[in-house]
């Protein structure tokens, strides 16, 4: 069974940093380019970043770019997301998602970041 | 970037009923655009991708049409589990784009 399960979230203040982690079973995590969805709350999906299998390719919302980092541990099976500079309007559940060619098949359940002071 | 619009925001419609979605491009995306369900508290589901193919295990209620600027989310005959949140998302360039979302509700 394919697993994606995001760890990290918490309450954290204007300026500060968090990382995510998504830990992932049940295929094979090197094979597969990887995204970050964010949703704030009450509102809709926004798109963070994606990275592919190596990590030579990454790509960033405007809003996030400078701040975000995505990277990978394709050995711990592990898709992470550094973030730095954090700002309330970054305040939202992040979810982990596997890629397929360009659309997110598989989704973890997501991890709540609280941005305020 | 190209921008996503979804229409309507809100759709209330009854057990059985066909339902559709609609979702434009600000520009032409050719085939590139998925739509998601999503659910209370839950994450999103992956329903079609590139426009119209159904992903393994969606019923076949769901289904999905269009290309370049305009594309189309169809229920065939509403069921109780459909009542969602649909969004589309374009995967044509960076950033990859969701529409805003179209409640479907109990009428």
């Known amino acids: 069974e394919v697993q994606l399960v995001e760890s990290g979230g918490g309450l954290v203040q204007p300026g500060g940093s968090l990382r995510l982690s998504c830990v992932v079973s049940?295929?094979?995590?090197?094979?597969?380019?990887m995204s970050w969805v964010r949703q704030a709350p009450g509102k809709g999906l926004e798109w963070v970043a994606n990275m592919n299998q190596d990590g030579s390719e990454k790509y960033y919302v405007d809003s996030v770019k400078g701040r975000f980092t995505i990277s990978r541990d394709n050995a711990k099976n592990s898709l992470y997301l550094q973030m730095n500079s954090l700002r309330v309007e970054d305040t939202a559940v992040y979810y982990c998602?596997?890629?397929?060619?360009?659309?997110?098949?598989?989704w973890g359940q997501g991890t709540l970041v609280t941005v305020s002071s | 970037d190209i921008q996503m619009t979804q229409s309507p925001s809100t759709l209330s419609a009854s057990l059985g009923d066909r339902v559709t979605i609609t979702c434009r491009a600000s520009?032409?995306?050719?085939?590139?655009l998925a739509w998601y369900q999503q659910k209370p508290g839950k994450a999103p589901k992956l329903l079609i991708y590139t426009a119209s193919n159904l992903e393994a295990g969606v019923p076949s209620r769901f289904s999905g049409s269009g290309s370049g600027t305009e594309f189309t989310l169809t229920i065939s005959s509403l069921q109780p589990d459909d009542f969602a949140t649909y969004y589309c998302q374009h995967h044509r360039s960076y950033p990859r784009t969701f529409g805003q979302g179209t409640k479907v509700e109990i009428k």
């Open positions: 998602a596997r890629d397929a060619s360009g659309w997110s098949s598989k």
């Open positions: 049940g295929f094979t995590f090197s094979n597969y380019w």
């Open positions: 520009q032409s995306i050719n085939t590139a």
